[in-house]
């Protein structure tokens, strides 16, 4: 059974930061391709960012490119979003995925593991 917990969301000023980890001690993790997702309230989830399973191609959404920071710890089978100059609009539930491909389109339908996320919220 796949398991993977994510942590570190939480309530932040405009301008501030926040560091998302998700843990997956079942996974064989140093092979996967993993990717974050937010799902805001009343919108579909999307794409935030997505790493090859060595780190050697890593994609982002153009709305958090410059900000984020997505990286993979496989020593402790951790997959991290370092999330810097939050606005507003980052403001969504945040998923950790793997089972699948990680492409430029960064698209939830090319993984098929999730985590149950964690909430994000940035205040203006």
């Known amino acids: 059974q796949v398991e993977m917990v994510e942590s570190g969301g939480g309530l932040v000023q405009a301008g501030g930061s926040l560091r998302l980890s998700c843990a997956a001690p079942t996974l064989h993790f140093v092979g996967d391709e993993m990717g974050w997702f937010r799902q805001a309230l009343g919108k579909e989830r999307e794409g935030v960012s997505c790493?090859?399973?060595?780190?050697?191609?890593?994609y982002y959404a153009n709305s958090v490119k410059g900000r984020f920071t997505i990286s993979k710890d496989n020593g402790n089978k951790t997959l991290y979003l370092q999330m810097n100059s939050l606005k507003p609009e980052d403001t969504a539930m945040y998923f950790c995925a793997s089972g699948g491909k990680c492409s430029a389109r960064i698209r939830a339908s090319d993984f098929g593991y999730w985590g149950q996320g964690t909430q994000v919220t940035v205040s203006s």
């Open positions: 790493t090859s399973w060595d780190g050697a191609h890593i």
